[in-house]
């Protein structure tokens, strides 16, 4: 244990740990109990120059001949050492973040299994051919965008490092990968381990530093051919805007604010368990999060009641504990605002049938899975991104008035249904405007199943077949194989 302590986390580029070229080194806090974790070394734009520099050498050098079978090869043995490594991933990522080691497990085995994917989609990528008519014949070629510039929040280091550093790798693009300043700590020991296991040099390059400086030097970088963002909707605009003078490729996945639709049908037996899974998994702290429940009116007191008392039953605690189901936030900062959001509900009218109260003792960002009933869909706890362990109830009339309150906010990530009857099930999943919808099923994301969003939740998608294409140009080529010449002007 405390494996995070022991060592200074450097900035990684070009192969190898290297210090910040301006010296700064950060202290980072252990959110669970507000004790020092590390001390990690903070990008500037200098160093960012020198990553994207090291990222296309080697997309000149040593990646960009690397052959897609040898791609293939290594990104298994980096699942492998993923897996070889896994106790102290974990435990990395639990004491960087906070959260419940149960919680990380399962991200860990998320990304061992992404990897495996793209090492076996890369099998996937490739052009097609066509004869046009006459003498011509086409052909087209799939090439890497080229630098892919990617940047990551703090909710989930570990894996959405692996959802962005995977198809990159696969589709043959060197990467600058910018973890958030607080959380940096698996995505170093990852670049690390992919040297090992013997990526090249500047393959992988991992710049931890402040988001509106490094982070926007990266996303204005000339030598950057794409940026890859997940983090919040107004983050997701300001990087449209400084990626537009590059006409920089660009996806991202933004906020969400989810609804979670119970009709009177429905297995309660599945349907509150799972429910309360949805929002306070990783404390409530994840995109995709449930965060506003629907019921139908007839079952709404019941379920308000037993859904509280479901959440007041979470175990709420120490993260490394295997039987902790809901961890800390990630700071008391963050903790406060939720709390803040839980006030604003209140004044607004909600009523708090579960939590809603700052933990007595001040050690550690918990905060515990708090219940706002009686919401309608204007006020703001409805409408914003709370990103902590507080969910909304709100009864709805019948089928159409459920599709209105779902589809009532400005986020698109996800929806789940729960119903006993199939058809409607269906029904709702194309009239709700998410980019995935579940369907008496809590889970939302798989390897090789496309995970992004709808309206401002972004664009492009993540963990399936169709990201590859997100880090590919086509290139066509077009022969003749006559024997004449064109001579198109007749000369
Ligand atoms: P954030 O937007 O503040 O920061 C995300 C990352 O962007 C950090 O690394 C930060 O340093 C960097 N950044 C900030 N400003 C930047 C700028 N101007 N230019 C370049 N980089 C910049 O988001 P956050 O608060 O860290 O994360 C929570 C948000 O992420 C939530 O809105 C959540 O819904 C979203 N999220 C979305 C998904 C998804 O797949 N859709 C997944 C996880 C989290």
């Keep these: 244990m405390a494996v995070a302590t022991e060592r200074e986390y450097l900035l990684f580029i070009n192969g190898e740990s290297s210090e910040a070229s301006g010296g700064e080194l950060k202290e980072l806090t252990e959110p669970a109990t507000g004790e020092p974790l590390a001390k990690v070394a903070m990008a500037t734009e200098a160093d960012i120059d020198r990553a994207v520099e090291a990222a296309r050498a080697a997309l000149g050098g040593d990646w960009g001949r690397t052959a897609p079978t040898e791609r293939s090869r290594l990104l298994h043995a980096l ?10 991933l974990a435990e990395l990522e639990v004491r960087n973040v906070g959260k419940a080691i149960s919680s990380v497990k399962a991200e860990l085995n998320q990304a061992v299994e992404n990897f495996r994917f793209y090492a076996s989609a890369i099998g996937s990528i490739g052009g ?7 003498s011509l014949l086409f052909y087209s070629l799939k090439e890497p965008v080229g630098v892919a510039g990617q940047i990551v929040p703090w909710n989930y280091p570990l ?13 043959g693009c060197t990467v600058v990968l910018k973890p958030d300043s607080q959380t940096p700590l698996s995505a170093l020991r990852m670049a690390e381990l992919a040297t090992e296991v013997g990526f090249p040099p500047g393959a992988i390059n991992v710049v931890p530093g402040p988001g509106t400086t490094v982070g926007r030097h990266l996303v204005q970088h000339p030598g950057v051919d794409k940026i890859a963002f997940t983090g919040s909707t107004e983050t997701g605009a300001q990087i449209m805007r400084d990626a537009s003078d590059g006409i920089k490729r660009l996806t991202l996945e933004l906020g969400g604010k989810s609804p979670n639709i119970i009709f009177a049908d429905a297995d309660l037996a599945d349907a509150i368990p799972s429910s309360a899974w949805s929002i306070y998994y990783s404390a409530g702290q994840s995109c995709e999060a449930r ?17 509280s008392e479901a959440a007041a039953s979470l175990k709420v605690g120490d993260p490394l504990e295997n039987e902790t189901q809901v961890g800390s936030l990630i700071s008391p900062e963050h903790r406060d605002r939720v709390h803040g959001y839980v006030e604003t509900g209140r004044g607004e009218g909600a009523e708090v049938t579960a939590g809603g109260e700052l933990p007595r003792d001040g050690k550690g960002a918990f905060y515990p899975p708090t219940v706002l009933a009686g919401v309608n869909q204007e006020m703001t706890v409805a409408q914003e991104e709370i990103f902590g362990p507080v969910v909304t109830i709100s009864a709805f009339a019948d089928e159409k008035d459920a599709i209105r309150q779902a589809n009532a906010v400005r986020y698109g990530l996800m929806a789940t249904v729960w119903t006993g009857d199939p058809a409607r099930g269906h029904r709702l999943a194309r009239r709700i405007k998410a980019g995935t919808v579940g369907i008496n099923m809590p889970f939302t994301a798989f390897p090789g199943i496309p995970f992004g969003g709808y309206k ?7 963990l399936g077949l169709e990201t590859l294409e997100l880090y590919l140009e086509t290139k066509s080529v077009i022969v ?8 198109p002007f007749g000369l």
């Design 79 to 88: 699942a492998d050492a993923l897996v070889a490594n896994r106790k102290e």
């Design 128 to 134: 097609r051919s066509n004869p046009l008519g006459g």
């Design 159 to 171: 894996m959405m490092t692996t959802w962005k550093l995977a198809p990159a790798l696969a589709a």
């Design 291 to 307: 965060s506003r429940i629907l019921v139908e009116q007839s079952l709404y007191d019941d379920f308000v009641a037993k859904f």
């Design 456 to 462: 401002q939740s972004g664009f492009g998608r993540e």
């Design 480 to 487: 003749s194989t006559s024997p004449k010449p064109f001579n």
